[in-house]
């Protein structure tokens, strides 16, 4: 076999431009851990940005419901795959900065291939992240998918059940928590008194 010339097909080049463009992120300082949001321990308000219909989204709300259901969660419907998803994800990024009452914004989605997950690597997704005021959370794909997205993005979320785990404290641990504290400083004071 004589091999004149070798050429990236498919996955090849995607995962090609996907490099090129991590390159050029990182060197803009967009991965950088210092322009990174904190978020809060106990968000007053949280954004999907996900399909309503898929899996992920279903998966987070019933993750959510059981470790705090007293936090509003509010859908941005968009498309999370194909030509228009960058598009309509980095337009509901700017709508949720500019008119929502959220406190966080989580991007939402299951895994897929790499041609499945493309729009969270396209630049100007990655901009619009970087960009957005309130902490932005990617909670795209499974443990092994790695999107541009959650490298710029504030915090990045194994899958979207991990992402109500990490962002929501566990109630029914805060209220044994809060019930011991309250005990001891009755203890306390009931000594002080004596």
């Known amino acids: 076999l004589i091999v004149d010339t070798l050429d990236f097909h498919g996955v090849g ?3 090609l431009e996907f490099e090129q463009l991590k390159k050029k992120l990182a060197a803009e300082g967009l991965f950088d851990q210092e322009r990174k949001k904190t978020l809060p321990p106990f968000p007053e308000h949280i954004t999907l940005i996900t399909s309503p219909r898929g ?27 194909g030509r228009q998803a960058a598009g309509e ?20 989605r299951g895994g897929g291939s790499l041609e499945d997950l493309w729009a969270f690597n396209e630049e100007r997704v990655a901009r619009a992240i970087a960009a957005s005021t309130l902490p932005v959370v990617s909670a795209v794909g499974h443990e092994i998918d790695f999107t541009i997205a959650d490298l710029v993005a504030d915090l990045r979320a194994p899958t979207p059940s991990a992402a109500a785990q990490m962002l929501l404290p566990d109630s029914h641990a805060l209220r044994a928590r809060l019930d011991q504290l309250r005990g001891r400083l009755l203890r306390r004071m009931s000594a002080r008194l004596e």
């Open 13 to 15: 080049t995607l995962q």
């Open 55 to 81: 899996a992920a989204v279903h998966d987070f709300l019933r993750i959510a419901r059981q470790r705090f259901p007293q936090t509003p969660i509010a859908i941005y419907p968009v498309t999370v795959q």
């Open 89 to 108: 994800i980095v337009e509901a990024l700017a709508a949720v900065n500019g008119h929502l009452r959220a406190t966080v914004i989580v991007l939402c």
